[in-house]
């Protein structure tokens, strides 16, 4: 499916709508739904974004090494990207010789440079927020890695459409209240949240969907070089 352009004021009167309120034009003009949508909007977007794999906010990317900090029982400490919302896995990278329809093949760690991701191996790690430049770090015991992340995308028009109508759900349950009141906004809530919860279900199952992993044979060697 084509993902349909969107901006967020888009997305702001697709919340309005469900709650039967007015449309707006900015998110900087003088209503209330304006003001309420530009509250609320930037953290719904960021609460869905990390509280779920959606496949146009996740990213592989390699790790620095924060050669200055050292935590106790741990090798390696890692910068955390930037941009991180959730942090799904670290990956090891390796060399694969030979083909695994031939019956056998070797996987190998390769150090110096980085290769195919290793999506079969899990890594021990942990998060820490440490003092000083750095905050928050990533300790593990192998070297040369790669994390899988769900990170912070703003740009409404890289969103799926189903990333885009879970939003607008989601949003419209935190603005019904403050904007139609009490006794109608409780309802226009509940109706947006049980919209919220099937949709969030049905999008994120979608998306992982579009991807595919090979299955890895009994007789498929791993080799580690160190």
């Known amino acids: 499916m084509v993902a349909v352009m969107s901006s967020e004021v888009e997305i702001c009167n697709m919340a309005l709508s469900k709650i039967r309120a007015g449309s707006i034009n900015s998110l900087t003009e003088n209503s209330i739904q304006a003001q309420q949508c530009k509250l609320w909007y930037p953290y719904c977007r960021r609460f869905l974004l ?3 794999p959606w496949g146009f906010a996740t990213k592989i990317a390699a790790l620095a090494v924060l050669s200055g900090e050292d935590l106790f029982n741990w090798s390696y400490v890692y910068q955390y990207p930037s941009d991180c919302l959730y942090l799904n896995r670290l990956i ?3 060399e694969q010789h030979g083909d695994p329809a031939d019956g056998i093949a070797v996987r190998s760690r390769h150090l110096e440079e980085i290769y195919s991701p290793d999506l079969e191996q899990q890594i021990e790690y942990r998060v820490y927020n440490v003092e000083g430049d750095n905050g928050k770090v990533i300790a593990a015991n192998d070297a040369d890695l790669r994390a899988e992340y769900r990170f912070n995308v703003t740009d409404p028009n890289k ?3 189903s990333f885009v109508e879970t939003l607008a759900a989601y949003l419209a349950s935190k603005i019904a209240i403050p904007i139609v009141g009490a006794e109608m906004g409780r309802q226009f809530k509940k109706d947006a949240l049980d919209e919220y919860m099937m949709l969030v279900s049905a999008a994120t199952a979608n998306d992982r969907n579009q991807e595919f992993q090979p ?4 007789d498929f060697i791993l080799i580690r070089n160190t």
């Open 159 to 161: 969103f799926s459409n």
């Open 50 to 52: 990390e509280d779920s």
């Open 215 to 218: 299955q890895v044979e009994s």
């Open 92 to 94: 090891l990278n390796y």
